[in-house]
């Protein structure tokens, strides 16, 4: 059974930094492509980056430079450095498989979610 | 970067049909997947590709597409549906990215 289990979120004040992991199981971690999307609260679902299989990295224009995707195979988890942290990034962060197809693309297994709040 | 589009807020009645849109520019190059999330929870995927359903799914959910637009047909919605529904495609103004539309709102009445 494929489970994602993210660890980490809790109050930080701004400019600070968070380390966010997603624990896999059921499956291997750095065979498929692995995404963070994030939801404020009350509002929808945002795409934050996503890590390749071959290792490359991408993301959102709202984070860039600041967030950096990783992965750790020998411990089958992924992570989210948080660097500069700011107010408008306190949101739940998901973990997500992404799915990629020639017209279209999917989130396929979801973890449960873990809260980052940037307050002072 | 493309932008989703999704109605705010859509109603039915217990046991009738329900269509739930989604516009951008994106879907004229990428099917849509939709997502739906009850208060509290993670996004549950419900149909992807063309018209696909995860194991599970229950056949009242379907998908469709045409031109900018893809839509999630719910035929005979039951209680348990009402939730919030996302779409989501992937970039196509050639950033290596996905967008989510804002979200609509079921009330099953």
């Known amino acids: 059974e494929v489970q994602l289990v993210e660890t980490g979120g809790g109050l930080i004040q701004p400019g600070g930094s968070l380390r966010l992991s997603c624990a896999a199981s059921?499956?291997?971690?750095?065979?498929?492509?692995m995404s963070w999307v994030r939801q404020a609260p009350g509002k929808g679902l945002e795409w934050v980056s996503v890590?390749?299989?071959?290792?490359?990295?991408y993301y959102a224009d709202s984070v860039k430079g600041r967030f950096t995707i990783s992965r750790d195979n020998s411990k089958n988890t992924l992570y989210l450095q948080m660097n500069s942290l700011r107010a408008e990034d306190t949101a739940v962060y998901y973990c997500a498989t992404i799915i990629t197809m020639v017209r279209g693309d999917y989130f396929d297994y979801w973890g449960q979610g873990t809260l980052v709040t940037v307050s002072s | 970067s493309s932008e989703l589009t999704q109605d705010p807020a859509v109603s039915v009645a217990l046991g009738q049909t329900v269509r739930i849109t989604c516009q951008g520019d994106s879907l004229r190059s990428y099917y849509a997947s939709w997502y739906q999330q009850k208060p509290g929870q993670a996004p549950v995927l419900v149909i992807y590709g063309k018209n696909n359903r995860p194991s599970g799914i229950p056949d009242r959910f379907s998908g469709s597409s045409s031109g900018n637009t893809a839509s999630l047909t719910i035929t005979g919605a039951q209680a348990e549906d009402e939730a919030d529904y996302y779409c989501n495609s992937r970039d196509s103004s050639g950033n290596l990215s996905w967008v989510f539309g804002g979200g609509t709102k079921l009330t099953v009445l």
């Open positions: 059921g499956f291997t971690v750095s065979s498929n492509y």
């Open positions: 890590i390749y299989s071959g290792g490359s990295t």
